[in-house]
């Protein structure tokens, strides 16, 4: 087989080059779109304490050599989250940045291990606002890319209608007849046989050492996901506090999270929060967090002392991130995220 010349060659780099033009246009008309709306743009640090602390996802390591030749751990970050609510603390009120994140194990059509992140935050103001932002800027890439439907893989979504609001729960009945609340507690606990009992009648495939979790997650990735944004947006809403762990808990049933996702063509643009500001919390659900990730993968990640301090002074707000590179995809009809980056990392 001949093997594909890479993404430098003239003749590929001409193929490519429609879409990263475009990439540009859409990035500068977000920009224009949060200045308009009294957003500051921040930068920040790219090398953190912390790379973030949810169980499944793997960063990028590295050292920081003081002038006495002392060593000192440090990470690429996964998200700008821990830097940019240090900022709310600070005294920001709407903020947002568009730049470079790390993810190790992550290569493929929607993965690439640096990408590019768009994260915004609103304080004061509750996560449906967030919800209003995703539409308008899945409005503002088609409009700016001259695209009047997304693509992915045989399927299509309007970018100009009305996202779908789904609740996990309602999508877990829908897609796969299964009533998630019900093995959820009042206190936020989880109930695994009753889960796996409901999946093995759904005909969905278990195993032994399976938690919660991976049950949850395998409704997800093989009933759910595929199905959402199909014709239309979905904002998928509400999810277990037990798969939110840096959200608060909703006002109208604590079992579950002020959290949503944003789903297109069956693609995972963004994931956004009502945040959880509770330092005591945070700091419990870093823990388990974390003991998860070491019965996984064998490793964990230290805390951010200075964000669960901060945390103490961060006022009420709601954030949320996008795959930008995903979504310039999808406007563009690209079909492998490599297609949109300028400069892909080598593959190894």
């Known amino acids: ?4 010349s890479p993404w430098w060659t003239p003749d590929v780099h001409a193929d490519r080059r429609p879409r990263l033009i475009a990439r540009n246009g859409i990035a500068a008309a977000m920009r224009a779109w949060f200045g308009e709306r009294d957003f500051i743009e921040v930068e920040t640090a790219a090398l953190q304490i ?8 793997s960063a990028f390591a590295t050292e920081a050599i003081g002038a006495d030749g002392a060593r000192r751990p440090l990470y690429l970050h ?7 609510k240090k900022l709310l603390a600070a005294g920001e009120r709407r903020i947002f940045s ?3 994140v790390w993810r190790n194990r992550e290569r493929g059509p929607l993965h690439h291990p640096e990408f590019t992140m768009l994260e915004w935050y609103r304080v004061g103001e509750t996560y449906e606002s967030l919800m209003a932002d995703c539409a308008d800027l899945l409005t503002l890439a088609a409009e700016r890319a001259s695209a009047k439907t997304f693509r992915f893989r045989g399927r299509e979504a309007d970018p100009f209608a009305e996202p779908e609001r789904l609740s996990v729960a309602e999508a877990f009945a829908r897609y796969a007849g299964i009533d998630l609340l019900a093995t959820v507690a009042a206190d936020g606990s989880t109930d695994r046989g009753a889960l796996h009992q409901a999946l093995v009648k759904a005909g969905l495939r278990t195993a032994e050492d399976d938690n919660w979790a991976d049950l949850f997650s395998r409704v997800m990735v093989e009933k ?3 199905v959402l944004g199909q014709g239309r947006a979905t904002i998928l809403y509400g999810y277990p506090i037990s798969e939110a762990a840096l959200a608060r808990p909703s006002a109208e049933d604590p079992r579950v999270a002020e959290r949503f996702e944003l789903y297109c063509c069956g693609v995972e643009l963004a994931n956004a929060f009502g945040e959880l500001t509770d330092a005591a919390e945070q700091r419990r659900r870093f823990a ?3 003991d998860e990730k070491e019965r996984v993968y064998g490793e964990r990640y230290p805390l951010d002392e200075d964000f669960l301090a901060a945390l103490a002074l ?3 707000a709601s954030g949320s991130a996008l795959g930008f590179d995903r979504l310039v995809m999808l406007a563009t009809g690209a079909t492998r995220i490599d297609d949109v980056i300028w400069t892909p990392v080598a593959t190894l």
């Open 314 to 316: 961060m006022p009420q």
């Open 78 to 84: 996964t998200s700008p989250e821990f830097a940019s």
């Open 98 to 100: 568009l730049g470079p």
């Open 288 to 290: 388990a967090e974390m």
């Open 224 to 226: 759910v996901e595929p």
């Open 1 to 4: 087989m001949t093997e594909a």
């Open 50 to 57: 912390s790379p973030g602390n949810e169980a499944h996802l």
